[in-house]
C-alpha cells in the first residue's frame, strides 16, 4: 500500500459530513490502494456527536481508514494535510437574509483560511462545499496567500449531477452515457446548466444532447429552473437539505483532480476566473474544466449564443456582489 494522505473533513459532524467520512474511507476518492488518516473538524458543542461519528468509522473496520483524528481546533486539522473538504458552516436560521449567512460564513472561511496558510502543506486541494462556496472559497484563498491559488476550488459537482441525471431520465439512458453537462456560475439559483456541448449515447450513437432531445423550449426553461431548484425540492420532500448527493459530489470532485479528465470530458467546478468567454476575473466561477497532473484549465473556445451569455453573466453578477460583500465583512 501507498503512504497514506492526510484528509481533512470539516463539519464532520453534520449530515453530509456523516456520508463523506464513509465514502473518503471506503476508498472511494483517494483509490482502494490508498490508506487516509481523516482530520475531523467541528466545533466544541459538537464534539460528543464527532465522537459518535468516530465510533462508527471504527465499526465500519474500513481497510483505508488507518487513523481518525477528531477536534475542534483547526491547527489540529489542518497540520500536514494534503485534501480538504471544508463543508461546515452555519445553516440558514429562521429569518435570516442572504446576506447575514453569508457574513457568518465568509468569516468561518477567513479563519480557515489562515489555519490552512499556517498548517497545510502547500500542496494541498481544498474543496469548498459550505454555502455561499464560491464566494467562501475565494476568501479561504485570499487568506491563505502562500498556497497557490488553483488549489482552491468550489462545489458546482452536484449541479451538475443533477442535471446529468435529469438528461439520463429525459432520454432513457444510462447516467453513464451522458457527458459533458457543464454548470455555469454560482452554486446559487442563478447558476446556468447548459447542455448545449453535451452528448450522449443514444442506441449506440454519439449523438448531441440538444439533437437528441429536439426541446428547446424544455433545454431552456423547465431543464434549467429544476436545476436551479433541486436542493429546495429535496429540502421540501426530505425536511432536510441534500446530504447523500451532496457527499457523492464532493467524492466525484475530488476524485477528480486527483485522477483527472479522461480525453474528451470536462467537469464543472468553480475556479478563479480568468476572465475567459467575457467574464469578470477575481471570482470563483464554475467553469468548464479538464485536470491533468491535479491542475485545472478552464476549456476554451466553446461557442456561446446571446442566451447563454446572459446568463452566464447574471451569475457573473451575483459573484461580484457576493465577493465585494464578503471583503467589505472580512476587513470590518
Ligand atoms: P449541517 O448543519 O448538518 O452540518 C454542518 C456542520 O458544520 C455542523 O456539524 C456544524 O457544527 C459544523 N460547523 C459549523 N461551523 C463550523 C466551523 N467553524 N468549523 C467546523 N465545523 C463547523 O449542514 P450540512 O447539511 O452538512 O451542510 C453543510 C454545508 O454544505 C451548508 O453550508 C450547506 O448549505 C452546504 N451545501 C452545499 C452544497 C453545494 O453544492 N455546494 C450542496 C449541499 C449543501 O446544501
Redesign the pocket.
Known sequence: MAEPIRVCI?????????SLVYMVGSGAVFGPDTPVILHL???K??MT?LNGVCMEISDCALPCVRDVIAT?D?AVAFKDIESAFL??????KEGMERKDLLAA?VK?FK??GAALEQYAKKSVKVL????P?NTNALICAKYAPSIPRENFS??????QNRAQAQISAKLGIPVTDVKNVIIWGN?SSTQFPDVRHASAIVNGQTVSVYDAIKDDAFLKGEFITSVQKR?AAVIAARK????MS?AK?ACDHMRSIWEGTSEGHFVSMGVFSDGSYNLPEGVMYSFPVTIKDKKWSIVQGLPIDDFAQEMMDKSAKELCEERDDAIAVCED
Open positions: 470539516t463539519g464532520a459532524a453534520g449530515q453530509i459530513g456523516y473538524l467541528d466545533i458543542p459538537m456527536v475542534d483547526p463543508v461546515g458552516s452555519m445553516p440558514r460564513n468561518i479563519v480557515q469548498v462545499v459550505g454555502n462556496a468550489a462545489m458546482t459537482r452536484l449541479d452554486h436542493g432536510l437539505s441534500s446530504a451532496a459530489a
